[in-house]
């Protein structure tokens, strides 16, 4: 449920400050701390998971209300258009291991990804 070495289970247990914008009953949004568009706001479920599809594979309801509250994000930052990134395994670039979509929008974005 919790590991308490856990950068993103400090803060959905409020241990480390974040700026919350939006609160779920399975997941909580909040601003990363270094932004990579107007918008880049990480949505992780409260319980801890190292990444989507273990958090998926344990709680669908919960890999569902992560994508929801990625679109409800991005609508209440006025964005129709947004990418939902999943960063799975170091060698992708996944940093911490508690499962988080990455909302970004407000910038025009390249495809594929670098
Ligand atoms: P990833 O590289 O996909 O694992 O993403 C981890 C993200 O967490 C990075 O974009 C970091 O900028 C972000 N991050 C790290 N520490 C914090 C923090 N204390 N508050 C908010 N975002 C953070
Ligand atoms: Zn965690």
Not at 5 to 16: H, M, S, T
Not at 31 to 48: E, F, K, M, W, Y
Not at 97 to 110: C, D, Q
């Amino acid at each position: 449920m919790s590991d308490p070495d856990c950068l993103f289970c400090k803060i959905v247990a409020g241990e480390i400050p974040a700026e919350i914008v939006h609160e779920g009953e399975r997941t909580i949004a909040f601003r990363d701390i270094s932004p990579q568009a107007p918008t880049h706001v990480l949505v992780v479920p409260r319980d801890h998971e190292p990444n989507a599809a273990a958090t998926a594979h344990t709680d669908a309801a919960t890999f569902a209300e992560i994508a929801l509250t990625a679109r409800a994000v991005a609508t209440a930052e006025g964005y129709d258009d947004y990418r939902l990134v999943f960063n799975t395994g170091a060698g992708v670039g996944q940093t911490v291991f508690h499962t988080h979509g990455h909302v970004l929008a407000g910038r025009p974005m390249g495809w594929p990804p670098g």
